[in-house]
């Protein structure tokens, strides 16, 4: 399977700012996912990023807050824009792969906005 | 709209047998998928089921029953190690993955 490394692993941002979580394959992927997860809940998709389009947001996500880049196939990034607290969450990129289409992810940036 | 229940939380002991059930209604099915997630880290894949039956991974199975919209994973000879989250996660008609809240595993000794 794929590896997956993200950075930074974590960051404590001020409110109002933005932050750039990079996401990192170590193989050529089609499909590349983000995700947040708040604590002790389940996972909830931002976004769907493929190369060469534009990522494809799922409903209560904005381009505007949160800008997606896919520049290649082993690469993305995941901006969060103009941060509030209720953005304190962690955020896990994640790739298909294999015949099944089960996702591998990646170890996840814990984001704290005060 | 689309839905996935799963028990929130469970409690088992160490070297016994449980049993995590996951039903679904979903706009169409593509494949139902479990992940083990421990705390602070990652999900990791578990187990891919698509057509009725079981499907056997070491100390892990998982069942699926389309027509009832029923899976359930299994674990067998349970170790402390296996004490994380568990989350069910199907993939509909449009592709996209549905997932469960997971249920959090306890494992006493």
């Known amino acids: 399977s794929a590896v997956i490394s993200q950075k930074p692993s974590r960051d404590i941002c001020q409110r109002g700012t933005s932050l750039t979580i990079q996401c990192q394959v170590d193989?050529?992927?089609?499909?590349m996912f983000w995700y947040r997860q708040q604590p002790g809940q389940s996972l909830t998709l931002i976004a769907t990023?493929?190369?060469?389009?534009?990522?494809?947001?799922e409903s209560g996500f904005v381009i505007d807050k949160f800008p997606i880049s896919r520049p290649n196939l082993t690469f993305s990034t995941l901006t969060v824009s103009n941060m509030s607290p209720e953005d304190s969450s962690i955020y896990l990129c994640?790739?298909?792969?294999?015949?099944?289409?089960?996702?591998?992810f990646g170890p996840g940036t814990r984001l704290t906005v005060t | 709209g689309q839905n996935i229940d799963q028990p929130t939380e469970m409690t088992a002991t160490e070297g016994a047998i449980v049993q995590i059930n996951c039903t679904y209604q979903?706009?169409?099915?593509?494949?139902l998928f479990w992940y083990q997630q421990h705390a602070g880290e990652a999900p990791t894949f578990l187990s891919y089921?698509?057509l009725d039956g079981l499907e056997e991974k070491g100390r892990f199975s998982s069942f699926l029953s389309r027509s009832k919209g029923y899976s359930y994973l299994l674990l067998k000879e349970l170790q402390m190690k296996d004490s994380a989250s568990y989350l069910c996660?199907?993939?509909?008609?449009?592709?996209?993955?549905?997932w469960g809240a997971g249920t959090k595993l306890i494992i006493k000794p």
């Open positions: 994640s790739v298909e792969e294999g015949d099944r289409g089960e996702q591998y």
């Open positions: 996660a199907v993939r509909d008609s449009n592709y996209q993955l549905i």
């Open positions: 990023a493929n190369q060469g389009s534009e990522a494809t947001y």
């Open positions: 089921n698509v």
């Open positions: 193989s050529q992927v089609t499909m």
């Open positions: 979903t706009s169409g099915f593509n494949g």
